[in-house]
């Protein structure tokens, strides 16, 4: 038997003989209290002295019948005080009915009756509730942290409860803000509402707060971004709890308090999805994925993953992200079906044999070259990767007659102002157009950027703070839209029952963010109380960027669907002869290198696109005039 299985039956056997001695005390003292804390005559003595041993085994059976000694008295609390309320009760009754059956009650006064039971709970209860007092005052006798929790609601009430009862809880709480006016004044486990969010900075001054816990689950990212600004204006150490599902399975502990992310800060309300459908329409099925090692390419594999398809097939070309996709999934989902394959999208060969082999029912295309900047230099590769491959992807889906073949697209691709989003808006004519011509729905969805995606700000701006800073940031009026990966794969899935082709669903962004607040709270989130502490560098606008993005042309009409976080893009169409005429001819300009042609042919299928003069323009474009 161990150390702590002995432990453990110690601390029981001293409960057990504890309750025990609290019988005859509680008996006896009843009866001194039915004769006015005077002398009991001897008659009531005798007659109390003879049926104790009653009292005694039949109270203590009760009491093991209810397994009152496995509670935990440092833990103890309402329900533990009911429960000895209920095996006193109990005891009571038996213990008169058994002596009225047996020895007799005649000579025991009536009115000892509800004396030892009030007694009995109270000594059994008051002991149990001092050890819990005696254990947490014990507690901030060393080095403690003073504490305001934000939200005096179940999740709130939770982790207090938690906190006080964490054998390492090294926290002195010292009260709640809630914006609820009723609460302000009330108390949750004698800890007192103290005000609303607003007094925070106040509030950390006058009481010397050093930690603020965020527990509001619920709240959005409005509320969030409220919420922490008060902390920031303190200049306090704030964290938070994690989200709705996990208070729904309990999940809220000590451990579970985390950095607020961001998140927390510019995510949106939890989609809710047609999961019914949507499992419906990739149950058993056969799904490939293009690019399944990039950001949403991977998490749109466990996504589906996770809908039990028949069969996954992902298809990659970069070896690293390909090892680190497959050692997950094969983790993850042991009895899945799982295929992948490190190649190109513009591997033709390659892609039929795929398509041969394995019959997907539906495509996702997620492959693609989407670094603005990188790309801007780029021209050939950006247009072979982005153009040539979606087209030869989208070919030999039609050849093995897939049935849904999605397209992942970016915000990028309207009004574009580099080659990146002028090659996925071809991306986007080319697939809307073959709708037409093929049995394959072919459905485009448009979004912005994905936060913490590879080669976004966000993984730049977290390398340059642990450099020692600073951030640098295009310009201070600069806005975009971002999403969660896991929100965007969502939606796409959503919108992949909604088409039934053609269309280009554009996901609702919600409101464009500055980057510079962006860089501001990441600031914050990495544990500087200043901005300056880091400090941001504007640095201007580089090759192919905008100051703000949008998510549709002004000639694509918005139109709802059954989905409110999904709207409908109204396509524009293309003669379908002169569209492949342009293709074919980009792919030779491809094979000859000719990026002055393909520049111009470019600009021939997407002539929205404007950019300005940089390098590559300098270098190539300006030779001769376009034709």
């Keep these: 038997m161990n150390q702590k299985r002995i432990k453990r039956w110690v601390n029981r056997l001293a409960v057990v003989v504890y309750d025990t001695a609290m019988i005859p005390l ?218 709705l599902n996990a208070l729904a399975s309990g999940k809220v502990s000590a451990s579970s308090i985390r950095q607020v992310s961001l998140e927390d800060l510019l995510g949106r309300d939890q989609v809710e999805l047609d999961w019914e459908r949507i499992h419906q329409h990739l149950c058993n099925k056969k799904v490939l994925i293009t690019g399944g090692g990039g950001s949403i390419g991977s998490e749109l594999c466990r996504q589906v993953a996770e809908l039990k398809p028949k069969e996954l097939i992902v298809v990659d070309h970069s070896e690293h992200n390909f090892y680190l996709l497959e050692q997950e999934i094969l983790q993850k989902y042991p009895d899945l079906n799982f295929k992948a394959y490190l190649c190109s999208v513009t591997d033709r060969t390659m892609i039929r044999t795929i398509m041969q082999t394995h019959q997907p029912e539906i495509v996702f295309h997620a492959a693609a070259y989407k670094h603005v900047p990188i790309l801007q230099q780029q021209l050939r590769s950006a247009v072979y990767n982005n153009v040539i491959g979606t087209k030869i992807v989208a070919e030999e889906a039609v050849q093995e007659n897939v049935e849904i073949f999605v397209l992942i697209s970016t915000d990028k691709a309207v009004n574009p102002s580099n080659i990146m989003g002028a090659t996925k808006r071809v991306a986007e004519i080319f697939c809307q157009n073959l709708n037409a011509e093929a049995s394959t729905r072919f459905i485009t969805v448009r979004f912005g950027n994905v936060l913490g995606s590879a080669g976004s700000v966000v993984p730049l701006f977290q390398r340059q703070i642990a450099a020692g800073g600073p951030i640098t940031v295009t310009h201070p009026e600069t806005t975009r839209f971002f999403m969660t990966i896991p929100e965007a794969s969502q939606l796409i899935l959503q919108a992949s029952v909604l088409g039934q082709g053609g269309e280009i669903f554009v996901l609702d962004m919600g409101e464009p963010v500055k980057i510079r607040y962006l860089a501001e709270q990441l600031i914050y989130l990495s544990g500087f109380t200043q901005v300056e502490d880091i400090g941001i560098e504007y640095i201007g606008l580089r090759s192919g960027e905008k100051i703000h993005e949008t998510l549709f042309h002004e000639q694509e009409e918005l139109l709802p669907t059954a989905h409110s976080k999904i709207q409908l893009a109204q396509s524009r169409q293309w003669d379908w002869v002169s569209l492949n005429a342009i293709l074919k001819e980009m792919i030779q300009c491809c094979e000859s290198q000719d990026e002055h042609r393909a520049y111009a042919l470019l600009m021939q299928l997407v002539p929205e696109c404007h950019m300005e003069s940089d390098y590559y323009f300098d270098r190539v474009v300006a030779k001769e005039p376009v034709a």
Aim: with cysteine; proline share 6%; hydrophobic share 45%.
């Design 26 to 243: 509680a008996w006896f003292m009843a009866y001194w209290l039915r004769f006015n804390l005077g002398h009991i005559p001897d008659p009531p003595y005798l007659r109390a002295l003879a049926v104790l041993p009653w009292v005694v085994l039949l109270q203590m059976s009760i009491y093991a019948l209810f397994n009152q000694y496995r509670g935990v008295w440092r833990f103890a609390s309402l329900s533990d005080l009911t429960r000895v309320i209920k095996v006193v009760s109990v005891g009571t009754t038996v213990i008169g009915a058994v002596l009225f059956l047996g020895p007799g009650v005649q000579g025991i006064p009536r009115s000892v009756w509800p004396l030892y039971a009030v007694l009995l709970i109270a000594f059994w209860g008051a002991s149990r509730f001092v050890c819990r007092w005696f254990w947490e005052s014990k507690k901030t006798l060393g080095e403690t942290k003073k504490v305001l929790i934000v939200g005096a609601g179940k999740a709130g009430e939770l982790l207090l409860r938690e906190l006080l009862h964490h054998p390492e809880n090294q926290y002195e709480l010292l009260g709640f803000v809630d914006d609820d006016p009723i609460k302000k004044g009330r108390e949750v486990h004698g800890i007192r509402v103290m005000g609303q969010c607003q007094d925070i900075p106040k509030l950390v001054s006058e009481q010397g707060i050093e930690l603020v816990l965020i527990a509001i689950p619920s709240a959005n990212s409005a509320g969030m971004r409220r919420i922490v600004s008060f902390c920031e204006q303190s200049g306090v150490t704030f964290r938070t709890l994690p989200g």
